[in-house]
């Protein structure tokens, strides 16, 4: 079954507004990545967090990390037309296994 | 200039038909991996590769094989026992291995018939 869930699947919103993507393991991650696809591409390497509630930003991304560092999140603020794109966490547990989550399609209307 | 090629973007093959995707990479990474996405899925693993002349099955390995007889390539064959092999096949490869970052190639388009 899905390791790793990622909510919401779809996400359209006007340019300007807020975004938030969640993914939810049911073991304990050793880290979590993020990576990005634009349409027609391929994932590209965004961040890795490794430590318990690490956040960490990058311009308008903020990234999360759990306590339990079962779940994470990724917050764009203000977004912009070049955010478009489906957004993909992927995680490590404990058992050496590594899976990514089924990601979150980012539609934004100028 | 560094990176990982695929080869060829698109590809399409008659049903019943073995075809063979490949995979470049001169990062000088240790570590290959192949993954198949389908519409509204994440990536899926298909094998990976963390040294030389070994590889390990991932999640969804059945109908599928690879070799890695060098550093540099990472093959990935689709037989004609996968059920369902139209789909986008993503290689990647990674300084270490599973849980490191990954570089991805571009792509194959596989389209069978």
């Known amino acids: 079954g899905q390791q790793v869930m990622q909510i919401p699947q779809y996400q359209h919103v006007q340019e300007g507004e807020d975004f938030t993507t969640y993914c939810n393991s049911s073991?304990?991650?050793?880290?979590i990545q993020w990576y990005k696809q634009r349409p027609g591409g391929h994932p590209v390497f965004l961040i890795q967090l490794v430590k318990s509630g690490e956040v960490k930003k990058q311009k308008r991304l903020t990234f999360q990390f759990g306590e339990a560092k079962k779940n994470s999140s990724l917050h764009i603020t203000a977004t912009q037309t070049t955010d478009v794109g489906t957004y993909f966490c992927a995680g490590r547990n404990n058992f050496n296994k590594f899976y990514f989550g089924s990601g979150t399609k980012l539609n934004v209307k100028p | 200039d560094g990176g990982i090629t695929q080869s060829p973007k698109y590809l399409f093959r008659k049903e019943g038909q073995n075809v063979t995707l490949s995979c470049e990479q001169n990062?000088?990474?240790?570590?290959m991996y192949w993954y198949r996405q389908d519409p509204g899925q994440g990536l899926r693993l298909i094998y990976y590769?963390?040294?030389?002349?070994?590889?390990q099955k991932g999640d969804i390995a059945e109908g599928y094989s690879v070799s890695r007889e060098k550093k540099e390539s990472f093959p990935l064959t689709v037989t004609s026992a996968q059920k369902n092999p139209t789909a986008f096949y993503l290689c990647?490869?990674?300084?270490?291995?599973?849980?490191?970052?990954?570089?991805f190639g571009p792509g194959t388009r596989l389209t069978v018939l």
């Open positions: 073991t304990t991650l050793s880290n």
């Open positions: 590769s963390q040294i030389v002349n070994d590889f």
């Open positions: 990647a490869s990674s300084r270490g291995g599973l849980g490191n970052e990954q570089f």
């Open positions: 990062l000088n990474h240790d570590a």
